[in-house]
């Protein structure tokens, strides 16, 4: 079992950063790829990044790509979301999730647990 606690989330004018960090409970961190989604308003959640368990491989939806980068600290529990450049359009909630040990997708995939959420809101 793996609990996830986003934070880092705020107001920011477009063209500003953030960074989002997700802390994970539990001794097996370093044994579960991690990745990062978001909700628009009245939208599905999407995936945004993700990051091998080893940090060896990521990867990004087109629309983050050369403005948000996914890291993790395995050490401290820890994935972040550093996100650059920001825009109007980047406003939703964004979440943490976990697949199942040793699992890795590319893309949006099947994650077993999940984080409770952080507002983004990027003003224009």
């Known amino acids: 079992q793996v609990q996830l606690v986003e934070s880092g989330g705020g107001l920011v004018q477009a063209g500003g950063s953030l960074r989002l960090s997700c802390a994970a409970s539990?001794?097996?961190?370093?044994?579960?790829?991690m990745g990062w989604f978001h909700q628009a308003p009245g939208k599905e959640r999407e995936f945004v990044a993700a990051?091998?368990?080893?940090?060896?491989?990521?990867n990004y939806a087109d629309s983050v790509k050369g403005r948000f980068t996914i890291s993790r600290d395995n050490a401290k529990n820890t994935v972040y979301l550093q996100m650059n450049s920001l825009k109007p359009e980047d406003t939703a909630v964004y979440y943490c999730?976990?697949?199942?040990?040793?699992?890795?997708?590319?893309?949006?995939?099947?994650?077993?647990?999940w984080g409770q959420g952080t507002q983004v809101t990027i003003s224009s």
């Open positions: 539990g001794r097996t961190f370093s044994s579960y790829a």
């Open positions: 990051i091998r368990w080893s940090g060896g491989n990521t």
């Open positions: 999730a976990a697949p199942p040990r040793y699992t890795y997708f590319e893309g949006p995939g099947v994650y077993t647990f």
